[in-house]
Structure formats: structure tokens, C-alpha cells
């Protein structure tokens, strides 16, 4: 008898709890956390917080570069005002040299006016090259004109006055006299 009780549970269906269910969709919705609306608040106020930050960071990298470059050019722009303030010296010191014949006073005058070269040359300051040269208006102050064979028409015949420039900025502008084509 007791194999027929054994044979006859073997032979019984199985009840809902025995049966084994794969039907893992289910668990999965189950188990999957419910949308949560404060979590989704906060991660739309993160979001919005970091975006705020980046924006906050490129205006100050912005207002870095500009409060850089103002200083260059303020600093640019003081330099300039000193140099301009030196040029009549400098002025002076060539019509010395032209004047002065006694040959330790013009060596002395050289000197000095070559250590004032030097300063300005560490200042970033460079003399406009003009004898010879193609008269550019840039660069350049025509204030005479003379006729000259078509080889020399738009060059620079005399300076004057010489001309200083920082960078690409004119500080001064060279006096030159310029050759024109001769009229008929």
C-alpha cells in the first residue's frame, strides 16, 4: 500500500503552488521601483544647478579674458604716453649730433641717444623705417614733395621727423618728403 500512495501523488496534478511560473516579465514590473516624483524634482533641479553653474563659469572666464586684454592695452596705451612724452629729447638729440662738430661731444650725444634706443627697443617701442623706403600713408606723413625719375616715384626721399610704433600702433607718424613723377 504504500506504493500505491506514492504512485498515486506522482500521478496527481500539482497544485497552484507547486507549479513553477517564467514568466520573469511580471517579477521584473514588480520588483522595478515606481516612478518617483520627488526623485525626478531633484534631478531636474540638479540639471538646472549645473547648467547655471557652467553658464556662471564661462561669463567669468569671459570676464577674465576681457579684464586681461584691457590691461594690456591700458598698460600698451601708458607706454605710449611716456614714449611720446620722450620723442622731443630724442628729436633734440639728433639736431645735436647734426650740429656739433667736436668729435668727443657727437661721441658722447651717440652714446646717449643710443641707450634711449635701447630702452625704448625694451619697451617694445621700434623706430618706422622710412629713408628709401615705399611711402606708406599708415605709417607715413607726407608734408613735401619733390619730382623724381620713375624710379624713385613713391619712395621716401628725407625724413624729417622720425616715427615709433608699438606693436602694429603708431605712436608717432614719420615727416617725409616723397617723390612724385615730374609734370609736363
Known amino acids: 500500500m504504500a506504493k500505491s500512495a506514492n504512485e498515486n501523488k506522482k500521478k496527481q496534478p500539482k497544485t497552484e503552488e507547486e507549479v513553477v511560473s517564467f514568466d520573469t516579465d511580471a517579477k521584473i514590473e514588480e520588483e522595478a521601483p515606481k516612478a518617483n516624483p520627488e526623485a525626478d524634482l531633484l ?4 540639471k538646472k ?19 586681461q586684454e584691457a590691461t594690456l592695452a591700458a598698460r600698451k596705451e ?3 604716453d611716456a614714449v611720446t612724452a620722450i620723442l622731443p629729447v630724442i628729436d633734440s638729440i639728433d639736431r645735436a649730433l647734426g650740429s656739433v662738430t667736436d668729435e668727443k661731444s657727437k661721441e658722447g650725444l651717440n652714446l646717449i641717444k ?16 622710412s629713408e628709401g623706403e615705399v611711402f606708406d600713408h599708415n605709417l607715413h606723413n607726407a608734408v ?22 608699438i606693436g602694429n600702433k603708431v605712436i608717432r607718424y614719420a615727416m617725409v618728403k616723397v617723390g612724385v613723377e615730374k609734370s609736363e
Open 114 to 129: 643710443k641707450q634711449i634706443e635701447t630702452s625704448l627697443g625694451q619697451l617694445g617701442v621700434t623706430e618706422i623705417a
Open 43 to 46: 534631478r531636474e533641479e540638479l
Open 78 to 80: 601708458g607706454t605710449a
Open 144 to 165: 613735401q614733395r619733390a619730382e623724381v625719375d620713375e624710379a624713385d616715384v613713391g619712395k621716401i626721399l628725407e625724413v624729417y621727423q622720425r616715427g615709433y610704433k
Open 49 to 67: 544647478e549645473k547648467d547655471d553653474y557652467l553658464r556662471l563659469r564661462a561669463d567669468y572666464d569671459n570676464y577674465r579674458r576681457r579684464n
